[in-house]
């Protein structure tokens, strides 16, 4: 009796959180990636890091540098990998040049956010992003701390109510 395969449909590959710490993201876009054989079965098995990766832009393309895949024991002695190659991203014209124009602008760069599986295709999540100063980080780290205080107490008053 033959195994049932797992749909992948959706599923998460990798996110890069720090992302959404350092930058404020503004506009997303969904880009294809240009991937080899051993890099597919690398993220099927999750051996992939977005921190630090960003998008260029050269010759009206867009290119993913900076996102690292671990290459697999069984797969590193048939082929030589790169790890950290720069790969290129499927986007349209209209894209890339609005992307081109924004990343021009001062403090602004795009960044991957997450790389996800979209039924049998790998899909990279893209955000035009724009850096965020140290007090805005403090911000932030603020307001989610205020968050998780907020639904502790919650919970406590919830327990305590169900006691009475």
Not at 98 to 126: D, F, N
Not at 135 to 141: A, G, I, L, Q, V
Request: glycine share 6%; with cysteine.
């Amino acid at each position: 009796m033959a195994k049932k395969q797992q749909k992948t449909n959706g599923t998460t590959i990798a996110v890069n959180r720090k992302a959404k710490f350092d930058y404020e993201l503004s506009d997303r876009f969904e880009a294809g990636m240009v991937l080899l054989g051993w890099e597919v079965k690398s993220l099927r098995a999750g051996k992939t890091q977005l921190t630090d990766c960003y998008v260029i832009f050269k010759d009206d393309e867009a290119w993913l540098f900076g996102a690292q895949i671990n290459p697999l024991q069984t797969v590193s002695t048939h082929y030589v990998t790169d790890p950290t190659r720069t790969r290129k991203l499927l986007l349209n014209r209209r894209e890339i040049s609005r992307l081109q124009e924004a990343s021009q602008q001062k403090g602004y760069t795009v960044v991957a956010t997450a790389m996800y599986w979209k039924e049998h295709l790998v899909k990279c999540e893209i955000a035009l992003a724009k850096g965020k100063q140290e007090h805005d980080k403090r911000e932030t780290e603020k307001d989610r701390d205020w968050q998780r205080q907020k639904q502790r107490v919650f919970q406590t008053g919830n327990k305590a109510g169900n006691k009475e």
